[in-house]
Nanobody, 129 residues
Framework: QVQLVESGGGSVQAGGSLRLSCAAS????????MGWFRQAPGEEREGVAG??????????SYADSVKGRFTISKDNAKNTLYLQMNNLKPEDPAMYYC????????????????????WGQGTQVTVSS
């Protein structure tokens, strides 16, 4: 089992920045791919960014809506996944969830929640204009 705990959410003005963290514990050696997802009220869950390691190389995927503004990264020593969010826009507010899977997902599936087995409780992001 893998436990995921998100932190770093909050309220920020449009154009501001936040960094989300996701601390993983448990059998973290079994996780191959991790990602960030978000869901706004009344909306479907959306894949935001995904990350997996192949040896010393990290591979990332981003939703078109966040490319150039969000950066996903992972500190393997700390078993922590990050999402640096810059230039936040009024359309970014949502509950942000961290997820992990034992599968090594390629670019095509990295942003699909159906492939993830473990989920955190979420952290809320609010953007004011």
């Amino acid at each position: 089992q893998v436990q995921l705990v998100e932190s770093g959410g909050g309220s920020v003005q449009a154009g501001g920045s936040l960094r989300l963290s996701c601390a993983a514990s448990g059998v973290t050696s079994s996780t191959r791919t991790m990602g960030w997802f978000r869901q706004a009220p009344g909306e479907e869950r959306e894949g935001v960014a995904g990350f997996n390691n192949f040896g010393f190389t990290g591979f990332t995927s981003y939703a078109d809506s966040v490319k150039g503004r969000f950066t996903i990264s992972k500190d393997n020593a700390k078993n922590t996944l990050y999402l640096q969010m810059n230039n936040l826009k009024p359309e970014d507010p949502a509950m942000y969830y961290c997820a992990a899977t034992q599968s090594s997902l390629g670019d095509r599936n990295r942003l699909s929640g159906a492939y993830y087995q473990y989920w955190g409780q979420g952290t809320q992001v609010t953007v004011s204009s």
